[in-house]
């Protein structure tokens, strides 16, 4: 059986050491599978034109051997892969893709504003594969209607609404996240909240 082929997106600034990203993507090297954690270009001050020509070299990249292809991105990362999905070849498409704490345009984030407005619409992000977003409903990137509203709701993406769970990075305390690790491995269709007791 072909082995999962895994290409993980951080957001802006990278995903510190005690990062669920990270964490995860030593678990998924450990179970056997081929797995890309790129440093994207300048995540201080992201240019999204920079990260998309990035993006397009990991998918050629990815899709260099069988397996099944899967994207697991985070907070800006999200916006980078709903950017690019209209322009993924056929010869490039994943077959599942995880969108975890999308920022929103209201975030009032300088540094995120160039990447908006994305021009995902829901033929794009079908043509990319399935699409899951997994989000809170107080993510202080994400303020007002929140990203169930923003993204889920008009891109009709199956929708993981933990809530209480803010921007589900280390501060909010997603390190270890062994639910993500279980849907990354396609053990499981959602995504959970991170359990006290998570593996670690």
Known sequence: MSRLR??????????????WQSWLAGRLADAGAHVQFPTLPDCDVPCPDRWGGALQRELRALAREEGERVVIAHSL????????????????????VVLVAPP????????????????????????AGRTRLVCSDDDPYCPGRGAAEHWGRPLELAVDLLP???????EAGYGPWSAMEAWALGQVDVVRARESSAVR
């Open 6 to 19: 895994a290409l993980i997106l951080h957001g802006w600034q990278g995903s510190e050491p005690d990062h």
């Open 77 to 96: 990362g999200c916006v980078l892969w709903l950017r690019e999905a209209a322009s993924i070849s056929a010869a490039l498409r994943v077959d599942r």
């Open 104 to 127: 929103c345009p209201g975030s009032q984030v300088p540094e995120l504003a160039r990447f908006y407005p994305t021009g995902a619409d829901k033929a794009a992000v079908d043509a």
């Open 164 to 170: 209480g769970a803010g921007h589900l990075n280390v």
